[in-house]
């Protein structure tokens, strides 16, 4: 059986209209017509069945048939910052973030952070993040925000129970991975790394100096990494 495709709305409402780059996608790549099944998706965690009924030159309208609560959706909450890397990097870790069901995800420049953000790139991280979440069939698609410094991204962490930070030059971890329980705030860094200065900063906002294994990793990976074990530990991957 062919799988029904999902569909991001500003809103979902008995009569609902795709638009923009959805519209696009279902009218011109999967050409969908009157008559075809949907599931229509607005960031509430909600999933609603839906039927094609008029396709028009600049959106399609559906009637929504049922609703239910989404089951793919983390019952823990996991936010993750990372510094913003080179190339399609941060792209890669977007993606699989999103996959790993976190519910945020930050993006910041820190001190040896080489690379940059800007508008473009941000809504490019976004759409990334929708299209991960259609992929592995969540109904809510994380938010990624950009903060332009270490602090105001450490900051923003504030209501998580857990605050960790990934640091390649501590000897050990401050708290254990394995006994983690509650709401988790993870930071990686970007491909330099952080200094002392930032890893003291972390400290006196609240977060634990956090190693992971003896092998240096590259930052792709520790973020990856990293948002598994979140996930695992507090029950996530079960």
């Not at 983690?180 to 972390?202: D, N």
């Not at 990976?221 to 029950?235: D, E, H, Q």
């Amino acid at each position: 059986m062919a799988t029904i495709r999902r569909f991001f709305v500003e809103k979902a409402e008995e009569e609902t209209r795709l638009t923009g780059d959805e519209y696009s996608h279902a009218k011109n790549v999967l050409r969908l017509k009157e008559g075809d099944e949907l599931i229509l998706l607005d960031g509430s965690g909600k999933e609603y069945d839906a039927i094609v009924r008029k396709v028009d030159k600049k959106e399609m309208v559906c009637s929504i048939l049922r609703s239910r609560l989404s089951e793919k959706e983390s019952k823990t909450p996991i936010k993750l910052l990372i510094g913003a890397l080179k190339g399609d990097k941060t792209e890669l870790v977007v993606q699989k973030a999103v996959e790993l069901g976190v519910a945020e995800i930050g993006v910041f420049s820190s001190r040896f952070c080489s690379a940059y953000m800007n508008d473009n790139k941000l809504e490019r991280l976004n759409k990334v993040s929708k299209e991960a979440a259609k992929q592995c069939l969540r109904a809510v698609a994380p938010k990624v925000t950009y903060y332009p410094s270490l602090r105001e991204a450490l900051e923003s962490c504030k209501e998580y129970k857990n605050k960790l930070f990934a640091c390649e030059f501590a000897e050990k971890s401050d708290v254990s991975l394995h006994t983690l329980s509650g709401s988790c705030a993870l930071a990686v860094g970007s491909e330099g790394g952080f200094s002392q200065e930032e890893f003291l900063l972390a400290k006196e906002i609240g977060f634990a100096g956090i190693s992971l294994g003896k092998r240096i990793l590259r930052a792709e990976t520790a973020a990856i990494v990293f948002c598994g074990i979140a996930a695992f530990v507090t029950g996530e991957l079960e």
